[in-house]
């Protein structure tokens, strides 16, 4: 477990904790809309740098820390796998993230029960980005398509199928080569 040594509370995604205090049940609710960091996604698709994310969160005080709760939503934009045309899907996923007191996680780090994706308070400030980040970007798709049905690109020169679903090309099957010239010669001798 690493514990941040400071956090910026000017930050959209450092929640200050302090008005709960330590005591169970005492709830918060935020609601902001922030601007989505960099590189929230994958190669294929991801929130844009900049556009909006809405918050709606639920910050309740319990005996090992802070525990929040809600939803998360923006709007992804991305690539087609099969046409490379544009993507853009809406995300709306749910958050729920346990931040522990301090000497909490020393307490289970000395009963050895050390784990890594234990996210610790720090001066009553919880830094909400790497919780996002890791409900946020598995729940965009792996593949993600235009359509459902998107038919891709011709694998011959590459045309998009949707625009021409009647498309397609002369080809002739390499072993049958050889008797198309016997086609051709075969004509030719009835004509005379």
């Not at 556009?51 to 639920?58: A, F, K, N, V, Y």
């Not at 694998?155 to 009647?166: E, M, Q, V, Y």
Request: glycine share 8%; net charge negative.
């Amino acid at each position: 477990m690493q514990r941040p040594v400071h956090l910026d509370p000017r930050s959209p995604f450092v929640l200050d904790t302090h008005e709960l205090g330590r005591r169970p049940g005492s709830t918060r609710t935020v609601r902001r809309t922030v601007e989505a960091p960099q590189d929230l996604g994958t190669d294929v698709i991801g929130i844009p740098t900049g556009t909006d994310l809405e918050l709606d969160l639920r910050l309740e005080a319990v005996m090992e820390g802070v525990l929040v709760t809600g939803s998360v939503r923006g709007r992804a934009v991305g690539e087609c796998v099969r046409c490379l045309g544009e993507v853009v899907e809406d995300v709306d996923v749910s958050l729920t993230e346990l931040y522990v007191y301090p000497e909490r996680a020393a307490v289970a780090v000395e009963d050895g029960d050390e784990d890594e994706d234990v996210r610790e308070l720090v001066d009553d400030l919880i830094d909400l980005e790497p919780a996002l980040r890791d409900t946020l970007v598995p729940a965009l798709p792996f593949q993600p398509l235009c359509r459902p049905d998107c038919p891709g690109l011709c694998s011959i020169c590459g045309a998009p199928l949707a625009d021409d679903p009647d498309h397609s090309h002369e080809t002739l099957d390499p072993r049958w080569s050889a008797l198309s010239g016997l086609v051709g010669s075969n004509d030719e001798t009835k004509e005379s």
